[in-house]
């Protein structure tokens, strides 16, 4: 459902991105997919020919200009874009301060 107000209600500002990204389960192998924003609370980006399911912890690795940056999170929800495609939102649980207070910085820029 949107939001019909259209008011954002988000926690966070987003930084819109296309990179690639890998992600995964936190103690198996990394799969690939395409970041399309990033915050200092999480990231949404598209996962190909995979199953990901609701609440399930994975690590994501993005970066952040030249910062490689690792992260734990949680999918907070998942929507099929197609047979394919799954739109994927992870809240981060765990996320060096550093690099949190990198991406307040930079979503500071956008802003401005």
């Keep these: 459902m949107g939001n019909s107000s259209g008011v954002d209600r988000r926690k966070y500002r987003r930084i819109e991105t296309d990179q690639v990204i890998s992600f995964a389960p936190v103690d198996a192998r990394d799969l690939l997919g ?32 030249q910062q490689t940056v690792v992260a734990i999170g949680r999918v907070a929800w998942a929507t099929e874009l197609d047979p394919l495609t799954l739109d994927v939102g992870i809240e981060f649980v765990e996320i060096d301060p550093a690099a949190v207070e990198l991406l307040d910085e930079v979503t500071a820029i956008e802003v401005a």
Excluded: K
Excluded at 50 to 62: A, G, K, S
């Design 34 to 65: 395409v970041s399309r924003d990033v915050s200092s609370g999480g990231i949404r980006f598209e996962a190909v020919g995979c199953e990901i399911e609701m609440n399930e912890i994975l690590r994501v690795t993005f970066s952040i200009g």
